[in-house]
């Protein structure tokens, strides 16, 4: 029986466990944390430091897995190089783990290697080389850490007066041990999509619809699909998703962020896996996207990827601190017609945190996500 680890076991790393449960594999689930979503639903599970290659290297000698898939950034890369030298296949693979776990190694790649749109940008390891690079830059920008996830220490910073408060904000939400932020240009697009690219062992490369999301405080609160956009921009961003996941190397899917303004598309971001985004493909198709990575990764075939209509999802959030908590309002939630619900059974609470996602289909996108909206706002989170 093939023996998967799951490092990182978030909601993503939990839906793609299902999948592999599914097809009867036995999978590990690792993350910092006691009782983590996919922790819940996995054969076997472990607490550890992803951070420190020391612990990495016990539990990999611990359970000997066939496959490594990394489900979130804060891991030490290093090490998973390491392991894909002996034989262990890392997904996508051990060069792109390293290379999208630091925002400032792949917008390098992209923008300097690669050659693909980008908007301007600069790095800073301090308060006064942010100061400096925002000046170069100019207002409005987003700064960023270079290594977080779910938007954690993003901001965008309108004038200089608040360039030191985004560079204590950004501190605060690293994860890792690397204190640099990347400060961008800030585009003024007319929307956003992720393009999840599916790279094949054998075959090629395939894409879903393009996903049009919203974000607030750089973490999503509700996507759709399809995106409406037109033929010749899709064409542009699937030839830009094509380019950077070819050097990246490598079999899985890829969540390719776009900017697109006008009839420009701009590559803004990559992760190497299932993106928060793509959640709503649990309910627009036939494969998820968690069934589409494992079984890139496998090997197997993917004979077509078929669309059940106009589809969105909802994200539901905690407003505050608790590890003693309930959720009211599932039933009504449930009597919405063409929806369906996902709540992720972490353990804690805290503010704007992503508690569960609420799903929905309609006649056309909005009103999919009208109701996906409205399913999510039945869904009340109570602390005791």
Known sequence: MTKIMLLGSGELGKEFVISAQRL????????????????????????????SGEELERVVAKHNPSIIVPEIEAIRTEKLREFESRGIQVTPSAKAAHLTMNRDAIRDAAASK?????????????????????????????????????????????????VGRAWDYAVEGMRGDKCKVIV?????????????????????TLFVAPIGHRQERGDYQESWLPAKMSPALLLKAQKMA?????????????GVEFFVAGKEVYFSELSPRPHDTGMVTLISQNLSEFDLHLRAILGLP???????GASASAVILADRESDSFTFKGVEQALKVKA???????????RKYRRMGVALARGKNVEEARKKARTVASKVRIEYS
């Open 339 to 349: 929806s369906d619900l996902r709540l992720f059974g972490k353990p804690s609470t």
């Open 184 to 204: 961008e240009e800030f585009i003024k697009f007319d929307f956003e999509i992720t393009l999840l690219t599916i790279k094949q062992k054998r075959g090629p």
């Open 24 to 51: 009867g594999l036995h999978v590990v689930a690792v993350d910092r944390y006691l009782d983590a979503p996919a922790m819940q639903v996995a054969d076997e599970f472990e607490v550890i430091d992803m951070l």
């Open 114 to 162: 690669l050659k693909l749109k980008t908007a301007r940008f600069a790095y800073a390891e301090s308060k006064e080389e942010l100061q400096a690079a925002s000046r170069e830059i100019g207002f409005p920008n987003v700064v960023k850490p270079v290594m977080s996830s779910s938007g954690k220490g993003q901001s965008v910073v309108k004038r200089f007066d608040d």
């Open 242 to 254: 094509k380019k950077v996941t070819d050097y990246l190397g490598g079999a899985g899917i890829f």
């Open 302 to 308: 993917i004979p077509e990827i078929s669309y059940a």
